[in-house]
């Protein structure tokens, strides 16, 4: 067994050299400058004390260096997964509970198994099905929900729901006569602050320094005596060991809401770790093996107060461009944030919880791909109408609502385009032996008596009915005039027992009808197909050709210019399985 495999750290470890620690000490300082700001920011918004944002930034960080095949995904807390934690938890427990931090905590323990479960089985593939569009509706409500879910920190308001748009709207606005000024200041000046610091200089680590700022500002002034709302005391110390709640019965209370974040957690982390790929070019990425890893990651983490974790854009970008070449800075980052918890956790009583709003919400500022979603409007409006659809979705009905509608939508338009397949109406090139789309080459050459039909699609019984109904009604739409039916197959690989039914059925329709049915450019292995059926061989009665072309020159000239296909292949069809011509 190849150890590399399931420990790929092995690989960059035995290469390791001094530069490189050099490099990722130094990345290493600078995500732990942001993880500790995010990381408690996020535990807030998730419902849960600060402290559990650090926790989160420890255990996790160090297993998935360990199992996972990126090395440079910063693996901690992320604001989508912490607003799933909140909108779903915080029906079942008040945020903030011992009972609501014991649920999120086993909530990362189940997502965790079942991402290695998933990973175990190479199921990797299975996230695929939630299309590009989707993922961007549902990121873009996503980030509108959590931005205002901060408001009520940002304000010092009272703000009970979080899940849906309309109903913190309607709360904000109830509330906005007992806006607390002093906290709003401190948190629109912490926006500010850190709105002016990216612009000044992207190196410069904007988060910590509003958090600095307004710490300040808060134990100078005293402002917590005025009513502006601190993180208070920390606890000192690293995450004790905890076993997380494994009853039966809470289980299958959180397994909707666990399934939620292993789907979003591992399209997120592949996403990052796959741009990180590209841009450094000297190790791959493994999907699978990703799912091992962010499960392992989850359930090691559980053990050690942590919440659901996953890759972080921000982060794995700050640790990309501050020169990390191995998940050591990672690991860095972790002691940095321990070190911070054994030693620093006094600095952090008069951190503001309006900082940390302003944090989350200029963290989600760029979740919206304005883009993109151009981009669709202009090119495929059906893509544009699924990521409109899962977008108001999840901005009103909810966020769980709005993934499951997501992942409904992507699987009905797989369907859709499977049973309903492009086809064209071919014609030939002047002064060639090409045919083409007469939609696109409205010049090519067409016969009264012919009709030129390309299929671009396998023949299955999920669109065998199509392919019948739409030949009825091309006859229909030709009359009397038609005489041949040229089906050109270069797109067919394959054919079931529905498609092997309908051609059979199709054949002797047309007969009565006085129509020759001809099939051309099949590819191998569908042809092997037809000559083994022998019925469906006998009814063509040699209509079989290379491509279209001999097709109509052996309708012009009444005899087979492809040479016997039917006699050659008929004789070799059992040496020929792997034929893709």
């Not at 959180?254 to 939620?260: I, V």
């Not at 019984?461 to 197959?489: A, C, P, Q, W």
């Amino acid at each position: 067994m190849n150890l590399s495999r399931l420990v790929p750290a092995l690989d960059w470890a035995k290469t390791y050299h001094r530069d490189f620690f050099r490099r990722d000490l130094l990345a290493g300082f600078t995500v732990a400058i942001m993880v500790i700001p995010q990381g408690m920011a996020y535990a807030l918004l998730a419902g849960l004390p600060p402290i559990y944002g650090l926790y989160s930034s420890i255990v996790p960080l160090i297993l998935y260096v360990v199992f996972g095949t990126s090395r440079q995904l910063s693996v901690g807390p992320v604001a989508i997964v912490s607003l799933l934690v909140l909108a779903s938890l915080s029906k079942i427990a008040p945020p903030q509970s011992p009972e609501f931090i014991s649920l999120a905590i086993t909530t990362a323990f189940l997502a965790g198994l079942i991402q290695v479960a998933l990973g175990s089985l190479r199921l990797g593939f299975l996230i695929e099905f939630l299309s590009n569009p989707v993922l961007v509706g549902f990121t873009a409500a996503a980030a509108l929900i959590i931005a205002f879910s901060q408001i009520k920190f940002l304000l010092g308001i009272t703000v009970e729901r979080v899940s849906q748009l309309h109903v913190v709207l309607i709360e904000i606005v109830q509330n906005l006569g007992n806006i607390h000024v002093l906290t709003m200041m401190v948190g629109l000046g912490s926006l500010l602050t850190m709105i002016l610091v990216r612009r000044f200089s992207r190196k410069i680590p904007y988060a910590l320094v509003a958090v600095i700022v307004s710490t300040i500002s808060v134990y100078i002034f005293r402002l917590d005596q005025a009513g502006v709302q601190v993180v208070g005391d920390v606890p000192k110390g690293l995450p004790a060991f905890a076993v997380p709640n494994m009853s039966l019965s809470t289980l299958e209370l959180l397994l909707p809401l666990a399934l939620t974040i292993c789907l979003i957690s591992f399209i997120e982390s592949l996403a990052i770790a796959k741009n990180l790929e590209k841009r450094d070019k000297t190790y791959r990425v493994v999907p699978d093996q990703e799912l091992i890893a962010l499960g392992i990651s989850k359930v090691g983490g559980a053990f050690f107060q942590a919440f659901p974790t996953t890759g972080s854009f921000t982060r794995s970008a700050i640790n990309f461009f501050s020169g990390a070449k191995t998940g050591v800075s990672s690991w860095i980052a972790a002691l940095v944030v321990a070190f911070s918890l054994l030693f620093l956790t006094p600095l952090f009583y008069f951190i503001p919880n309006a900082v940390l709003a302003a944090i989350v919400i200029m963290a989600v500022s760029n979740l919206i791909d304005i883009k993109e979603i151009k981009t669709l409007w202009n090119q495929d409006r059906k893509d544009f109408y699924s990521l409109l659809a899962t977008f108001l979705i999840t901005l009103f009905v909810g966020v769980q609502q709005g993934v499951l509608a997501g992942v409904i939508l992507s699987l009905a338009f797989i369907i859709y385009r499977s049973t309903h397949p492009h086809v064209a109406i071919l014609g030939q090139l002047k002064g060639s032996t090409d045919f083409r789309n007469l939609s696109r080459f409205p010049e090519a050459n067409t016969w009264q008596d012919i009709l030129i039909l390309r299929f671009d699609a396998q023949l299955y019984f999920g669109n065998s009915k199509y392919f019948e109904d739409l030949i009825h009604r091309l006859m229909t739409e030709k009359g009397k005039t038609l005489k041949y039916l040229v089906v050109d197959g270069t797109a067919i690989t394959d054919i079931d027992s529905t498609g092997f039914h309908m051609l059979h059925h199709l054949i002797e329709e047309l007969c009565q009808e006085g129509i020759e049915l001809h099939l051309a450019g099949f590819p191998g292995p569908a042809r092997d197909k037809i000559y083994k059926t022998g019925t469906l061989e006998k009814l063509l009665g040699g209509r079989m050709h290379f491509n279209v072309n001999d097709a109509i020159k052996y309708i012009k000239e009444g005899k087979a210019i492809s040479g016997l296909l039917t006699d050659e292949i008929t004789s070799s069809h059992h040496n020929n399985d792997n034929d893709r011509q």
